[in-house]
């Protein structure tokens, strides 16, 4: 007789009982808008930005760097496997670019800290996915590597990440008049596409 399959009735995986799910009760669900930029797992592009990470001081974590990405995602057997506490969140996570169509839907969301190459942020927001949503166990997007204290750069083959007020980044002029500009020109796209869409709504009879 074959042996039957456990299945978690909390999150829906399977290989565990809801008793030993990591999920809580609480669900923190919301119509947050997310997106990722999907990298083809094979792409020159990709391993150029593989990196190793921390997770909680938990080494080992192969890490993609995502500019594109608006947050953070971890498969759900890496959170189990340092038996990270999670909450249920169930957001949709699109594709960068794609707005109508969810690429995946999150599992649940921790508060860890993530270093990379010595550079550590702590209580990111981090989404849980199932393991078949990324092939690397850590996507770090932007909720990382937007804070304040940290700078990257990629030059040749390799991806840079350091301290803003490390040597290599010190003496990178930023202007903010230019950033601001930018943030404005971003918004009133944002808006247009809202209208846009107004626009081409069915009207109701």
């Given amino acids: 007789m074959p042996k039957s399959v456990l299945t978690c009735r909390e999150c829906n995986e399977t290989g565990y009982k809801t008793i030993n799910c990591v999920a809580k009760e609480t669900n923190h669900s919301s119509e947050e808008s997310l997106s990722v930029r999907l990298i083809g797992q094979n792409s020159d592009d990709s391993n150029s930005f593989l990196k190793k990470a921390k997770i909680n001081n938990c080494d080992n974590v192969q890490a993609l760097i995502d500019t594109g990405s608006s947050c953070c995602l971890l498969k759900i057997s890496v959170a189990q496997k340092f038996k990270l506490k999670f909450e249920r969140a169930v957001n949709k996570i699109y594709g960068f670019g794609n707005q109508t169509m ?46 304040p204290h940290i700078a990257y750069t990629k030059i040749g083959e390799r991806v840079h990440i350091g301290y803003r007020e490390d040597e290599l980044f010190r003496n990178f002029p930023i202007d903010e008049k230019i950033i601001q500009s930018a943030l404005n020109v971003l918004k009133q796209l944002s808006q247009r596409v809202k209208v846009c869409r107004l626009k081409t709504l069915p009207s109701r009879r």
């Fill in 102 to 147: 969810p690429a995946l839907t999150s599992i649940g969301r921790i508060k860890a800290d993530i270093e990379v190459d010595n550079v550590k942020a702590e209580n990111i927001s981090i989404y849980v996915v199932p393991d078949d949503a990324q092939s690397v166990h850590l996507i770090i997007g932007r909720t990382w590597l937007d804070l």
